[in-house]
Nanobody
Framework: QVQLMESGGGLVQPGGSLRLTCAAS????????MRWYRQAPGKGRELVAT???????NYADSVKGRFTISRDNDKRTVYLQMDDLKPEDTAVYYC?????????????????WGQGTQVTVSS
């Protein structure tokens, strides 16, 4: 059973910084892609950033230059460094992993979500 545990959310003033962390537990072969999504009140879920096994990254235009995604493969952990935060960054942030399982006779990829962590940017 794979579980994702997030931490690092909170209340911060505009222009401030936060660092989110999401760690996976359970048996797995590797984690191909690690993502951060967010969902603001009354809005749909938005893909914020993605990092792949080779450490290639993608960002939403709204966070480019302010957010940095990184990963530690040994710890099965992804980070989201959020700088110069704005009120419009207020949302519940979710991590999302593509987890690969492999044995001598089987290989498959499954998608998992974290429980979400609240980020509030307000003065």
């Amino acid at each position: 059973q794979v579980q994702l545990m997030e931490s690092g959310g909170g209340l911060v003033q505009p222009g401030g910084s936060l660092r989110l962390t999401c760690a996976a537990s359970g048996n797995m072969f590797l984690i191909f892609a690690m993502r951060w999504y967010r969902q603001a009140p009354g809005k749909g879920r938005e893909l914020v950033a993605t990092i792949f096994t080779n450490r290639n990254t993608n960002y939403a235009d709204s966070v480019k230059g302010r957010f940095t995604i990184s990963r530690d493969n040994d710890k099965r952990t992804v980070y989201l460094q959020m700088d110069d935060l704005k009120p419009e960054d207020t949302a519940v942030y979710y991590c999302n992993f593509d987890v690969v399982f492999q044995s001598d006779y089987y290989q498959g990829t499954y998608n998992y979500w974290g429980q979400g962590t609240q980020v509030t940017v307000s003065s």
